[in-house]
């Protein structure tokens, strides 16, 4: 009798949590709406963390506390096998998706954007040299953050070319420019769910980044640039050794100094055994993007690209090392010194077993940081979903933990 009612039970418990997955991301759905809702009656929306009005301010933490753990449980429960792809990939577009019915949230970094590329687009200027603030008529000026106005742009010069396209498409309407920039990050952000199902056909790949609510409220909310350059990081990484796979990283490259931290974890992981394909790919690629850049920009554009910004924040590491007594140069030399030892057991690792581990990277790089702001949290959660490495996905989901609960909400 036994051996005809274990299958009977076994079968019935797989369905119950195949129920219980799908419940999850429907309820991470609506957790996310809500959130959506609170937002829109938060004035103003863009900056963090965000407050809204009255009882609203409740259903804000709400949503997102709910929807984080939401995030964690279905992760699992995708990861267990105990949800179908295309279902994982539907929760996902759902919840990537629905920030863009919010106000523009927790960032100013979109008008930045538009205001440094109407330096280019409008006043057909250098954006390395010129300012937003050297055209103070510009009807982006005002919308650019104070701290910026002043500054030429800290990104690399393949930033500078994607996003004139929604300045160009947005004209003078800032309301037009914010939202051109936020289709083009959830774009990105889709497009990057759909490399990951492609490369995995793992439903719990899948729903490890498509299912976050921060990236959703980053990217959809606030329409970051590094979205699109983790595409191309992506691809890079799933193209392997072919050609492609190395052409594709200098032009990842050209939008933050980032790409070029993992690019030696990768050969280390092949033993430096990548075919004349990917070092031509790479060298072609490296002089095409230097040439059409020096072409249009000068060489005013080096600095930024192999620099990046220089600002610090309150959440990375550095910070945290300052607080504990240290100076800053002193803060800044321990965190270096621990990412590099972090970097040299990864190296070691992906020498010996064939993991780059490229996840890890992203996840010490971050926390040892002077400058982390929350989106950066897509580099190491999209290369977890890719790598399919639950250690990095576990601290990866940690840090979403502190970037989200330590900007977007008031505690």
């Not at 300045?167 to 309301?175: D, E, F, H, K, M």
């Not at 010490?364 to 639950?390: G, I």
């Amino acid at each position: 009798m036994a051996s005809y009612t274990a299958p009977i039970a076994a079968a019935s418990r797989a369905k119950a949590r195949s129920i219980a997955a799908v419940t999850t991301g429907i309820l991470l759905v609506g957790a996310v709406v809500l959130a959506v809702l609170a937002a829109r009656h938060a004035t103003p929306s863009e900056v963090s963390p965000v407050v809204p009005r009255g009882g609203w301010g409740t259903a804000w933490t709400l949503g997102l506390s709910l929807g984080f753990v939401l995030y964690g449980v279905g992760a699992w429960l995708a990861h267990a096998g105990h949800l179908k792809l295309k279902v994982a990939l539907v929760v996902a577009i759902a919840v990537q998706t629905a920030p863009l019915a919010t106000p523009l949230l927790l960032s100013k970094d979109a008008f930045l954007y538009w205001g440094e590329a109407r330096v280019v687009t409008a006043h057909h200027a250098n954006p390395y040299r010129a300012t937003p603030a050297d055209y103070p008529m510009d009807p982006a000026f005002t919308h650019v953050s104070e701290s910026w106005r002043a500054q030429p742009t800290p990104y690399g010069p393949a930033w500078v070319a994607v996003g004139a396209v929604p300045a160009l498409v947005a004209g003078r309407s800032a309301r037009r420019a914010e939202l051109g920039y936020r289709v083009l990050a959830l774009a990105a952000v889709l497009a990057a769910i759909v490399l990951v199902a492609r490369r995995t056909r793992s439903a719990g790949a899948v729903a490890f980044l498509g299912w976050s609510p921060l990236l959703a409220l980053h990217f959809a909310g606030g329409g970051h640039s590094d979205a699109v350059m983790m595409v191309l990081v992506l691809a890079a990484v799933a193209a392997g050794t072919r050609g492609v796979g190395g052409g594709l990283w200098p032009l990842a490259s050209a939008f933050k100094p980032f790409p070029p931290i993992l690019v030696p974890l990768e050969l280390a992981k092949r033993r430096l055994d990548v075919g004349a394909r990917w070092w031509v790919g790479l060298v072609a690629s490296t002089v095409a993007v230097a040439a059409l850049a020096t072409g249009f920009f000068g060489t005013a554009w080096v600095r930024a690209a192999t620099t990046g910004a220089h600002q610090a924040s309150p959440l990375g590491g550095v910070h945290w090392l300052q607080q504990l007594g240290l100076t800053h140069r002193n803060a800044v030399l321990g965190a270096a010194a621990v990412f590099l030892v972090v970097y040299a057991a990864l190296l070691r690792d992906a020498w010996r077993h064939g993991r780059a581990r490229l996840s890890l990277a992203a996840s010490a790089l971050c926390l040892t940081s002077s400058l982390l702001r929350p989106w950066y949290a897509l580099w190491p959660v999209a290369l977890a979903a890719l790598e399919e490495d639950v250690v990095a996905a576990v601290v990866a989901y940690g840090l979403t933990a502190y970037l989200l609960f330590g900007d977007a909400v008031q505690l």
